[in-house]
């Protein structure tokens, strides 16, 4: 059984729009929470990373719900450029990633 | 731009070849890491290296050969590949060893697509 789990999507969301992914992970040992994008035929690149106190970077909040054990994303103010697959990463392990489309 | 680099590209190989894949960095990370990553899917860890050190085979098939000259060097030799061997190979690596696994975050190559026919 994987032990991380991420909604597939895809999400196809509009210019401006506000999108989140959640991604469940079922270690609660786990210490280590990333969110990686990777366009297509691209290496996974790191977004952010996950911290218990929620971190914030511009339009991208990433958050860690330890007592569920799911981290999630939100995206503000949705980019075309935002167009990608976002994956979360917990103890190394990927999730199936989440496609993400903005329509313009 | 990536500062791990993985060479080749692309590779084309029979069923018969032994082939290597190469990758570099020159960041001072003593962890390094190989993925496969199938279309369509999230990368799968296949090995991880600590210190030069094989820490981590997640029941590779013995096709699949990796080594580790020095700490800026990881190499996955191939030899009597299948098919369904054919995906993109990533390496990566992170600061701290075995760090993507536990709190350190890990920067990835290009990856190497490979072709299996």
């Known amino acids: 059984r994987k032990e991380v789990e991420q909604d597939p999507g895809p999400f196809n969301v509009p210019e401006g729009a506000t999108v989140a992914f959640n991604c469940t992970y079922s270690?609660?040992?786990?210490?280590?929470f990333f969110w990686y994008r990777q366009d297509c035929r691209k290496e996974p690149k790191l977004l952010m990373s996950?911290?218990?106190s929620g971190n914030e970077d511009g339009r991208f909040t990433a958050q860690l719900n330890r007592a569920s054990q799911y981290i999630s994303l939100l995206i503000r103010d949705s980019k075309l450029s935002d167009s990608a697959t976002y994956l979360c990463?917990?103890?190394?392990?990927f999730g199936t990633g989440t496609s993400l489309t903005v329509i313009p | 731009d990536t500062e791990v680099t993985q060479t080749p590209k692309h590779l084309v190989m029979g069923m018969t070849n032994k082939k290597s894949l190469k990758c570099e960095q020159h960041?001072?990370?003593?962890?390094m890491y190989w993925y496969k990553q199938k279309a369509k899917k999230p990368p799968e860890l296949m090995f991880v290296?600590?210190?030069?050190?094989?820490?981590i085979n997640e029941s590779v098939p013995s096709r699949f050969s990796p080594e580790c000259p020095n700490s800026s060097l990881l190499n996955l030799h191939l030899h009597a590949l299948q098919p369904e061997d054919s995906a993109l190979y990533l390496c990566?690596?992170?600061?701290?060893?075995?760090?993507?696994?536990?709190?350190?975050?890990?920067?990835f190559g290009q990856g190497t697509r490979l072709t299996v026919v």
């Open positions: 270690n609660s040992a786990s210490q280590s």
């Open positions: 290296y600590s210190y030069e050190k094989l820490s």
């Open positions: 990463v917990v103890r190394g392990e």
């Open positions: 990566a690596s992170s600061q701290v060893p075995g760090g993507f696994l536990r709190n350190t975050e890990a920067f």
């Open positions: 996950v911290y218990s």
């Open positions: 960041m001072g990370h003593r962890a």
